[in-house]
């Protein structure tokens, strides 16, 4: 955690003299090392929801009842395994399971 923080701290230095090429090679090489596999691929589906909302639709677009859930992610009915470990499926479950704070802020990617 130390090692990101370092990370983070340096890109927060850097970042109005380089060029946005530069900052995202710099991300690379600090945050993908210190990620695993099982983190850069949830962390992947994240940016694939956030990137194509357009795709998703909300509770309350598909029911208007007013309850706690009603800004996650509509999940569909599956019955196939396969389709449940899909990209689609998969990314809607892992967004809705964020604090509200995080997805909140998920339209400033």
């Known amino acids: ?10 890109i927060r230095n850097v ?3 380089l060029s946005a090429l530069a900052l995202k090679i710099i991300y690379r090489a ?3 090392l210190a ?3 099982t983190t850069q691929y949830l962390f992947s589906l994240l940016i694939f929801v956030v990137q194509d909302s357009n795709l998703f639709s909300t509770n ?4 208007n009842i007013d309850t ?3 800004n996650n992610l509509y999940i569909p009915q599956a019955n196939l395994t396969r389709y449940q470990k899909g990209a689609y499926y998969s990314g809607i479950k892992i967004f809705n399971s964020l604090p509200m704070e ?3 802020a998920a ?3």
Do not use: P, W
């Open 60 to 63: 309350i677009e598909i029911h």
């Open 35 to 37: 990620m695993s596999l």
């Open 15 to 17: 970042k109005t003299f």
């Open 1 to 10: 955690m130390k090692k990101l923080s370092t990370a983070c701290q340096i």
């Open 102 to 104: 995080t997805k909140n």
């Open 30 to 32: 600090f945050f993908h």
């Open 68 to 70: 706690r859930q009603r």
């Open 107 to 109: 339209d400033n990617l």
